[in-house]
Nanobody, 123 residues
C-alpha cells in the first residue's frame, strides 16, 4: 500500500506564494503517477495538476495554468505543488493522490490519498 502525507499549507495573502508537499511511502513510488486535487467548502473535489511517473509530462487545470507548477523528486519520494499569484478562490483543502499508469482528472479513479492540507488565501 502507498501512504501519502501532505504538508506545507497555511495562510497567505492574495498574490503570494506557497509550496505544498506530498511525501510517499510504502511501495515503489516511480510506478505511480501523482496528482493534486482541491476541495473548497460546499464544492466538489476538483483536479488541479498531475504529473507522469517520470516527471516528463505535466497537466494543469485551466484555472491554475501559469500560476501553479507540479514537480516530483523520486529520490525523495515527494511531489510538490508550487503555487504562485494566489487568489482567494484558491482557498481549499489540497489533497495529493496517486494511481498507476496515467494521469486522469476524475478523483474516483485514484487509489491513494493523503489527508489534505489547508490553504487559505486572504484578500
Amino acid at each position: 500500500q502507498v501512504q501519502l502525507v501532505e504538508s506545507g499549507g497555511g495562510l497567505v495573502q492574495a498574490g503570494g506564494s506557497l509550496r505544498v508537499s506530498c511525501a510517499a511511502s510504502g511501495r515503489t513510488f516511480s510506478n505511480y503517477v501523482m496528482a493534486w486535487f482541491r476541495q473548497a467548502p460546499g464544492k466538489e473535489r476538483e483536479f488541479v495538476a498531475g504529473i507522469s511517473w517520470s516527471g516528463g509530462r505535466t497537466y494543469y487545470a485551466d484555472s491554475v495554468k501559469g500560476r501553479f507548477t507540479i514537480s516530483r523528486d523520486n529520490d525523495k519520494k515527494t511531489v510538490y505543488l508550487q503555487m504562485n499569484s494566489l487568489k482567494p478562490e484558491d482557498t481549499a483543502v489540497y489533497y495529493c493522490a496517486s494511481r498507476q499508469a496515467i494521469v486522469v482528472v476524475a478523483p474516483t479513479l485514484y487509489d491513494y490519498w493523503g489527508q489534505g492540507t489547508q490553504v487559505t488565501v486572504s484578500s
